[in-house]
């Protein structure tokens, strides 16, 4: 089955604390996988992409095959990183499968 | 257009009522797509046209729920006989290749649907 998982529903740090927000996924084949962020008020927006391996607002994660893993990663968490954070795979067909969404939370 | 628009931003309705919602890709995009955000339940896949056509609409959760797109453009969500569960952020998007695989989607801002 496909599936993604995140296993917090809320992860809640300090300013210039480390962050890392977890995704497991489950899928037969090669997928892509992304972070997507949602600001308050805002739209869901692309954070970063698997395939293009950057690093944006200071954000990366890495594609760990053997665990099936795609955990987001920053050193040094600001408070405007605080959103909800949503991982998702994409196959052959182009359907983004989302998982069940982190929100960061960073305390000042 | 410039981004993704959906309309209305904001509905209520009463139980039992008939509710259409709108979407407008970005120009030229030929993929759209619809997913449901709820609390708890993240997003949820409803629907995904490629041109004019539904290749999987598996994700509809009943036979209230139905989608067209017209012109390879403008796509519509109907939900007939609304219950309160229908309750949620409605979330279309749109990509500019055959299977978003590299690229994603953008999103637009959604319309909030409430069902009393």
């Known amino acids: 089955a496909q599936r993604v998982t995140q296993p917090e529903k809320l992860l809640s740090v300090f300013k210039g604390a480390p962050v890392e927000l977890k995704c497991n996924y489950s899928?037969?084949?090669?997928?892509?996988l992304f972070w997507y962020v949602q600001y308050s008020r805002q739209r869901l927006q692309l954070l970063l992409r698997?395939?293009s391996r950057e690093s944006i607002k200071g954000f990366t994660a890495d594609l760990n095959k053997g665990e099936t893993s795609f955990h987001l990663k920053k050193p040094f968490a600001q408070e405007e990183d605080s959103a909800m954070y949503y991982c998702?795979?994409?196959?052959?067909?182009?359907?983004?499968?989302f998982g069940q969404g982190t929100t960061l939370q960073v305390k000042p | 257009g410039a981004g993704v628009s959906q309309s209305p931003s904001n509905k209520v309705t009463e139980k039992g009522k008939d509710v259409e919602l709108r979407c407008d890709p970005i120009?030229?995009?030929?993929?759209l797509y619809w997913y449901r955000q709820s609390l708890g339940q993240g997003l949820e896949f409803l629907i995904y046209?490629?041109?004019?056509?539904?290749?999987?609409k598996s994700g509809l959760p009943s036979d209230r729920f139905s989608a067209e797109r017209t012109g390879g453009s403008v796509s519509t969500l109907t939900i007939q006989r609304t219950q309160q569960e229908d309750s949620a952020v409605y979330l279309c998007?749109?990509?500019?290749?055959?299977?978003?695989?590299?690229?994603?989607?953008?999103f637009g801002s959604g319309t909030r649907l409430t069902v009393v």
């Open positions: 998007a749109s990509s500019n290749d055959r299977t978003a695989r590299y690229y994603g989607y953008t």
């Open positions: 899928y037969s084949g090669s997928p892509e």
């Open positions: 698997h395939i």
């Open positions: 998702a795979l994409t196959g052959n067909t182009g359907k983004l499968i």
């Open positions: 120009s030229g995009h030929t993929a």
């Open positions: 046209f490629q041109g004019n056509s539904a290749p999987d």
